[in-house]
């Protein structure tokens, strides 16, 4: 009888991770055992076992790997990826470029924005759209998780959404296709599998302008910076943009942030440096006031 409990058992746990990894859209199959910290890579063995961790999912963070072309990005991500859902978890992998794609509702509302003097059907157009956002706008002010942003999102936006492409397929045979609506219009339903993404996975923002807001003092530097002076110096200054992008997100003066890490940091213990994340710190100076008062 044990046995057979036993063989049930691992039947629906084996069933239970094949599911999750089918979900997980994996690139490759890859293991954290088979990586090699020979390579000179950079991957340092206490960080990759920090990630096998896993505090990170159960904080509902991603994980992005970034580096060179051919370093083992997509292998990293996967093995990463395979461990969680061996330990249970439910993971989604993405390819950043095509990530990025996704989340261009602002590209599409831009276009029909640009567009408003052809006509009352941009104007019913974008006031849709904005209508998408009211939903985003009430799920930030309730501080909502993914589950519930999901939930809402089915309930509300794809209602709206499906009205929305319906419309764009009625305009856009009574228009010029060279006319700014024209084109607004083919290039949202172009992408429109890529736009509604969203709706389904509560961890996705209707669309990357804190992304591209974060990255636009660097995309207009670079044309006046040229030379960044060391093949290293890409990677320093892409660390550096996104501790000073983080502070500028969570509200932090940087150099009260920066002038408290740098004199903590050397006497911190390799446990306490997820502390010393602006998100952490900001966290645990609000903290330390409610308790002040």
Known sequence: MGLLVERQWLWKENRALATRLYFAQFKIAAALEDIDYRHPRGLKRAQIDQLRAADWIQKHHSCLVTGPTGSGKT???CA???QACRDGFRVRYYYAPKLFRELQTAHARRGLHEALGEGRSAAWLVGQIGRLYAVEK???EQNAGPQLRAAMRAWQS?????RLRRA???VRRRVLPKSLLGQAIDYT???WAALIRYVDDGRLAIDNNACENS???TAVGKKIFLFIGHPEAGQRSAVIYSVLGSCRRHGI???EYLQDVFERLPKAKSSEVPALTPAAWVKAKRAAARQAN
């Open 75 to 77: 292998y990293l991500a």
């Open 80 to 82: 990463l990826g395979h």
């Open 138 to 140: 009430q799920l930030r």
């Open 158 to 162: 794809r209602p709206i959404l499906e």
């Open 168 to 170: 764009l397929e009625i």
């Open 189 to 191: 339903l172009a992408r």
């Open 215 to 217: 990255i636009r003092p």
């Open 253 to 255: 003066n940087p150099a």
